[in-house]
């Protein structure tokens, strides 16, 4: 059963392997030019020392550290107005305007700014993924809790629940597959803004690491970051996806 | 003294458009204490409304509503109500949803429990505790919102079309079911319908309603007939059929 | 006041809220500027920045990096589109097509793709190709997704009886799959677009070679505040536009679908 599943996801993954096959085929009788792209072998080499060196866990950590506190920050404080700008009409009036007009600009203009404002610490980074994944964030729990039915509020209430209780008891669990969904977008673009934050405006991390070896030629080392970072993109997706199975586990899933 | 009163009761809903829904004229009823009164009348009449606004969900244009002499103001856990589609919470188990209300009072853990398996078991959805709403049928998940109701124990149960989404067959069941709940823990019911045959079967006096705007048409009173045969039951519900029928043809 | 009863205002307080919301926030922000509470390097005056704008369109600066802006992010948005619709129309209808690209998008949509860059830097040189091929692949996935599970869950009676009427695969292709999955496709092209404004300002950030994102950074490595203010606001009234329009398209092309006429 197990050898079963094991074997499955190995087929299903075959296509990877055949593109690592054909890469070290191609490095091997020189069909690519090493100088534009290191061998496989030379990559995980690259990998190993970078591990065995304590190198990478420390931009690993740094990054993981800016990403988790920006994103985890944005998912409550946009959770928190958008529902406030669902539910209550002068929190809605105030901020319409300005989620309109934010909304569609590209969130990765604002880069430029938080490096006047805060430099080249964890504080700019945090920032660029916090303001970055914020507007999804709001849009998202907005449109989950709008469309709450005023039966499920009206049953809470007469069951004894306050106005306030109703709004984390029964409108954020009805939001939630919504808040939810947002928050596996704002995952993905989190980590776009951070290693672009990290190559532009960084001494450290996984993108001060890809941009730093590859400015000085150490192509190698830069694969490997790269390989790390698709990595952790998907995996932490992956992740994510489990996680939101058994948050929304109440619900039929659409497979 | 009356449990409710209702007290030149009018309901006007603004529209987009420039002339407002009036949903309910003007209605005058009381509602002895555990009185069971249901409510039939065309759809649109205004029957939901009247409920909410003794529930306390929408606001009155005019009158008052008062329970206990106590005017309404706000929901509250001594008028629990049953939709048609149920409203069930469906990210709580069936014991989470009988839960809420006992869990909204402060009531310990241990105890909680044990109440809500109480209701559980009498709406004889024992071993579904920890089952969600949506692998329930339509008829297990009406019990699940009855048991969650019943569960705080209101004085005033608000009933709005409960059997009307349910098959014939469990309908029948429930109506049986709740008979004798009701004959068991007094409670004042007030059940909307669009059945005339059940609200005959199940209820004290039935009001029939007029079309938009609502009023009140008839009262009629069934104590007479409800528990006696077959035929009598037919006869009253033709009877209040054809009061029901100059309001359906207008 | 009630977070759960929707509290309605008047329809003159809401039309006048609206743009007063705004207008508060900008009047605020320069009268805090002027009255010398917040330093204008870190925050420059909402006139300071217009002005600053203006200025600079009318050398044709700020014009000249827009355009090439625009066309960066449109022109690797709808080769991606193009790219995208193809490929994800292969995986739904070729058992081999799909082996080899399921996975591939699996791993590849999540990833951040932006950690590329350094790589097609490498290939491609500093030009125009390698922003177009990363805008390409940021928005490629998205496209390939959508494509794939709206022409695979088309109706198999449609296209039964499209073939018994004796339609070529070919005519079959465009007359029936593509329109069918045209709902679907579209709202991946929706998901794909904001992508591709987002990665053409981070790329040219990068990678100099003007455009607006080049221009921002430079002008925050010279402490330029009020440039970089410029440019946002430049980019956020580009992204609304193109929005915009983007709508209009989707508009058009679904004009026959129920859910367009929201
Ligand atoms: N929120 C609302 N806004 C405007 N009109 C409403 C609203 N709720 C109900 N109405 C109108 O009030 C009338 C009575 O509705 P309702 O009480 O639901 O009728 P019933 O339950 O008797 O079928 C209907 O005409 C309905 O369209
Ligand atoms: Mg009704």
């Known amino acids: ?255 | 003294m009356p449990k409710i009163t209702f007290n030149a009761v009018r309901k006007v809903f603004p529209t987009d458009s420039v002339n407002p829904v009036v949903a309910i004229d003007h209605i005058d009823l009381t509602v002895r204490h555990d009185e069971f009164v249901s409510i039939v009348g065309p759809s649109g009449c205004g029957k939901s409304t009247l409920l909410y606004l003794l529930g306390g969900f929408i606001d009155l244009s005019g009158g008052d509503i008062l329970i206990d002499d106590k005017p309404v103001s706000g929901p509250g856990p001594d008028r629990g109500i049953v939709f048609q589609h149920f409203a069930l919470f469906p990210w709580h188990t069936v014991l989470g949803n009988v839960e809420f209300g006992l869990a909204e009072r402060g009531i310990a853990k241990a105890e909680r429990r044990e109440i809500a398996q109480r209701y559980i078991d009498m709406v004889k959805l024992t071993g579904f505790e920890n089952t969600f709403p949506n692998r329930l049928s339509g008829g297990m998940q009406q019990r699940v919102a009855l048991a969650r109701t019943l569960a705080c124990d209101p004085a005033v149960l608000l009933m709005d079309e409960p059997f009307g989404a349910l098959d014939a067959q469990t309908r029948h069941i429930l109506q049986e079911e709740l008979l004798e709940i009701w004959s068991r823990q007094k409670k004042t019911v007030l059940f909307v319908t669009h059945d005339v045959r059940e609200a005959v079967i199940l209820s004290e006096r039935v009001v029939v309603m007029t079309a938009r705007p609502g009023r009140i048409k008839a009262v009629i009173d069934t104590r007479a007939d409800r528990g006696g045969s077959s035929a009598a039951i037919d006869a009253r519900a033709e009877h209040i059929w054809s009061i029901l029928r100059e309001e359906l043809s207008r | 006041m009630s977070p759960t009863q929707k509290i309605r205002l008047g329809r003159w307080a809401r039309a006048f809220g609206h743009y007063a919301g705004g207008a508060a926030i900008v009047g605020l922000w320069e009268i805090s500027v002027s009255g010398g509470w917040i330093d204008p390097y870190l925050l420059p005056a909402p006139s300071a920045v217009f002005g600053r704008m203006i200025e600079q369109a009318m050398a044709g600066d700020l014009i000249r990096h827009a355009a090439l802006t625009v066309y960066r992010g449109v022109a690797g948005f709808l080769i991606a589109a193009a790219l995208g619709i193809v490929l994800g129309t292969l995986a739904a209808r070729n058992r081999f097509c799909h082996w080899f690209l399921d996975p591939l998008v699996s791993v590849g949509f999540p990833a951040p793709k932006i950690a590329l860059l350094p790589i097609f830097i490498l290939w491609f040189g500093l030009g125009d190709m390698s922003k177009l091929v990363m805008v390409v692949i940021t928005c490629i996935f998205p496209v390939i997704s959508a494509t794939y599970l709206g022409t695979s869950s088309i109706d198999r009676y449609l296209i039964w009886s499209a073939r018994n009427l004796g339609m070529s695969e070919r005519r079959l292709l465009w007359k029936i799959v593509i329109p069918a999955a045209l709902p679907q496709i579209i709202s991946g092209l929706q998901i794909a677009f904001p992508m591709a404004l987002v990665v053409t300002v981070v790329t040219e950030m990068i990678t100099s070679g003007g455009g607006l994102g080049g221009y921002m950074m430079r002008s925050a490595r010279f402490a330029l505040s009020e440039q970089v203010f410029a440019g946002i606001v430049t980019i956020g009234i580009l992204g609304y536009l193109l929005l915009k329009l983007f709508d209009r398209g989707r508009r058009y092309l679904l004009r026959w679908h129920a859910e367009s006429q929201m």
Not at chain 1, 121 to 131: D, R
Not at chain 1, 218 to 241: P, T
């Open chain 1, 1 to 255: 059963m197990r050898a079963a599943r094991l074997a499955n996801v190995l087929f299903y993954y075959s296509p990877l392997a055949l593109l690592a096959i054909a890469w070290d085929l191609s490095s091997r009788f020189n069909l690519i030019a090493p100088e534009l792209a290191p061998s496989p072998g030379a990559t995980l080499a690259a990998l190993w020392t970078l591990i065995a060196s304590g190198e990478l866990t420390e931009h690993v950590g740094v990054s993981v550290y800016r990403e988790s506190v920006g994103l985890l920050s944005s998912i409550a404080v946009g959770t928190v107005i958008g529902i406030g700008m669902a539910r209550i009409e002068w929190v809605r009036i105030l901020l319409r305007p300005c989620v309109t007009f934010l909304y569609p600009m590209p969130k990765s203009a604002l880069i430029p700014i938080l490096l006047l404002w805060f430099g080249l610490g964890h504080m700019s980074k945090i920032a660029a993924v916090f303001l970055g994944c914020l507007l999804p964030m709001v849009t998202s729990s907005y449109n989950g809790a709008r469309g709450v039915e005023p039966q499920l509020i009206w049953s809470a209430r007469s069951l004894g629940a306050s106005q306030w209780g109703v709004l984390w008891k029964v409108i954020l669990m009805a939001a939630l597959p919504d808040i939810l969904s947002g928050a596996r977008i704002a995952l993905a673009l989190s980590w776009l803004l951070l290693v672009a934050a990290e190559m532009m405006i960084s001494r450290n991390g996984l993108g001060f690491l890809i941009s730093y070896t590859g400015e000085t030629g150490d192509y190698a080392n830069m694969f490997a970051a790269i390989l790390v970072v698709v990595a952790i993109g998907f995996f932490s997706d992956r992740f994510f996806l489990l996680l939101m199975r058994w948050a929304l586990r109440w619900r039929d899933l659409p497979a």
